[in-house]
T-cell receptor, first 114, second 112 residues
């Protein structure tokens, strides 16, 4: 069983640039969620995708956008990067029909904005 | 507004003793609670969960207790082992989606 994989693991961008983070879901999972974990904080929900459509969104501005592909992999795009976007971005997959709330996380992509 | 609170940033215990990690929540709509463990440079991994219709769930050395009237849950680890040293996150969900609301985490250190 393949777990959740994310790429890249680390990246550095400058303010105003755009970034795309990628995630491959765990085998058999049809839902993907993205979380932002700032230093010293718990993960914060950005949005969730199910069947290629956004299925819920947290308190993040529209410059945070995403995609889910037919193979259930996903992308997180952030435009007009700000210094406060520096964080660990976690992708998590789950099986929507299992209403247990258990998510399987990848190792994360650590973004530094200079 | 922090809906899930872990008021202890860190906890240190001796190997073999009990570790008790606490979590409080404010949102009455939460009906499912989870604990995740996170090692450095790794993503959070699911540890144990509890539904709001129960007050206790046990899995090996790990037991989660839920007190709905107090909006409080706790994770007990007995006996604690050095490999348990990690950051522990309390999380909660409710309603029809699977958004998890996390606390800030508690760093557990188990000393040999």
């Amino acid at each position: 069983e393949t777990g959740v994989t994310q790429s890249p693991t680390h990246l550095i961008k400058t303010r105003g640039q755009q970034v795309t983070l990628r995630c491959s879901s765990q085998s058999g999972h049809n839902t993907v969620s993205w979380y932002q974990q700032a230093l010293g904080q718990g993960p914060q929900f950005i949005f969730q995708y199910y069947r290629e459509e956004e299925n819920g969104r947290g308190n993040f501005p529209p410059r945070f956008s995403g995609l889910q592909f037919p193979n259930y992999s996903s992308e997180l795009n952030v435009n007009a990067l700000e210094l406060d976007d520096s964080a660990l971005y976690l992708c998590a997959s789950s099986f929507q029909e299992r209403r247990t709330g258990e998510l399987f996380f990848g190792e994360g992509s650590r973004l530094t904005v200079l | 507004d922090q809906q899930v609170k872990q008021n202890s940033p860190s906890l240190s215990v001796q190997e073999g003793r009990i570790s008790i990690l606490n979590c409080d929540y404010t949102n009455s709509m939460f009906d499912y609670f989870l604990w995740y463990k996170k090692y450095p440079a790794e993503g959070p991994t699911f540890l144990i969960s509890i539904s709001s219709i129960k007050d206790k769930n046990e899995d090996g050395r790990f037991t989660v207790f839920l007190n709905k009237s107090a909006k409080h849950l706790s994770l007990h680890i007995v006996p604690s082992q050095p490999g348990d040293s990690a950051v522990y996150f309390c999380a909660a969900s409710g309603g029809s989606n699977y958004k998890l609301t996390f606390g800030k985490g508690t760093l557990l250190t188990v000393n040999p």
